[in-house]
Every structure is written in C-alpha cells, then in structure tokens.
C-alpha cells in the first residue's frame, strides 16, 4: 500500500488521480456479478481524454449529493465515536509504486487496520439500506476494490442520514472477486495505455 497525502477535493487530489481508474469508478470496468460492465468502454476512453488533456471531465453534483459531503466529517466523527478508533484521512492509496490505479478511502482505521467507506444518504435511501441490512450492490465493487488495492483485511461501510440510526457493516475480503477484479484492472489498464499510444500518434 502506497500513500499519498493530500486533501480530498482540491485541485492536488484531482490531479492525483487523473486518468487512472479509481475504486468508486471500478464498478465502470467490472460488475459485481464479476463480469465485464456495459460501461466499460466509454470509461476506458474517459481516461485516455483525461492523460492527453490533462483535464478532467466536469462532474454533475446535485444537491443532496452536496449536502452528502457537507456531513461527511459528522459521520467520520460518528463512526469513530462508535468504534472507539481514530480515523486518518488520505488522499489517495495505491497498491503499489506502479500508480496504475487507486482508491480514496474516507479513513484509515485504528492505525491503518483497516479502511473505512461513508456514504451520507436522503432519509429514504437509508430507510431502505436498513431494512436490507447489507452493502448495497452499487458500493460491492468499490469497496472489495479498495481491499485489493490497500491490501488491508476488511473495510467498514457506514451509510448515514441525521435522524435515522446508522448503518454499520464489517465487509470482509472476497478473495475469488478480488481475483476478478486484479486481471480485469490489469487488462483494463494495459487497454489504456495502448488506447493512449494511438490517440497520441494520430496528433
């Protein structure tokens, strides 16, 4: 696991992670049924714009995704409260010094033992992840990605939204996708560079 320090949502992180595919965006490359996603080729060419460009493509945030972030900090402080664990914020964590690919936990627990994924949802989103009890199917690939790529033994996945209680689920490693997931990063990867190559010596 390699780290690199700095704030999540500055221009910095932004640039840190350009053209590279990061766990939340995982799920664009790979299903979680471990089958190749139908968005998988405009992703891949999303990338190869963004390493030749240098910019990055804007992203749409509407309000309650806004109001998401805005309480981000009072469910980091909720899930330490609860757990009793000091959290540390990163920026961005590689598998290796190759930097191919990344995640951006919201924390690393409890002396890096393990990491942490916070979603802050609309009342009704949570009412429906309590009652299924489980990591929803949206979030199954970013998180076993995110176990991949730090190589820590299990992630915790909280969703939260004020006035309802928290969901607060242990997820442990799934060896057989994360396999699944390490060739197709690879292959993915590989695919870019070469989509890269092309693009640049038709200029």
């Known amino acids: 696991m390699k780290i690199v320090n700095c704030v999540q949502g500055t221009d910095e992180w932004f640039q840190e992670k350009l053209g590279k595919p990061s766990a939340s965006n995982i799920n664009k490359i790979i299903s979680s049924t471990g089958k190749p996603s139908k968005q998988r080729e405009g992703y891949l060419y999303q990338l190869a714009a963004e390493r030749i460009t240098g910019k990055r493509d804007d992203t749409f945030k509407n309000e309650a995704m806004e109001e998401g972030n805005a309480r981000e900090q009072e ?5 330490s409260l609860i757990t009793g664990h000091d959290i540390e914020q990163v ?24 990491g ?3 979603k802050n949802v609309l009342g009704k989103t949570q009412v429906k992840y309590l009652l299924g009890g489980k ?3 949206d979030y199954v690939i970013q998180i076993q990605s995110s176990l991949y790529i730090s190589g820590l033994p299990f992630w915790l996945f909280c969703s939260y939204s004020p006035g309802l209680s928290p969901l ?5 490693r799934d060896e057989a996708l994360i396999h699944k997931i390490g060739v197709e990063l690879d292959k993915f990867c590989d695919e870019l560079d070469e989509v890269e190559k092309k693009v640049r010596g038709k200029k």
């Open 75 to 79: 469910s980091r402080d909720l899930v």
């Open 91 to 114: 920026g961005v964590v590689y598998k290796d010094e190759d930097k191919r690919f990344l995640c951006s936990p919201d924390g690393l627990v409890n002396d890096r033992e393990y």
């Open 116 to 118: 942490l994924e916070l």
């Open 135 to 137: 990591v929803p199917t």
């Open 168 to 172: 607060i689920l242990k997820v442990e």
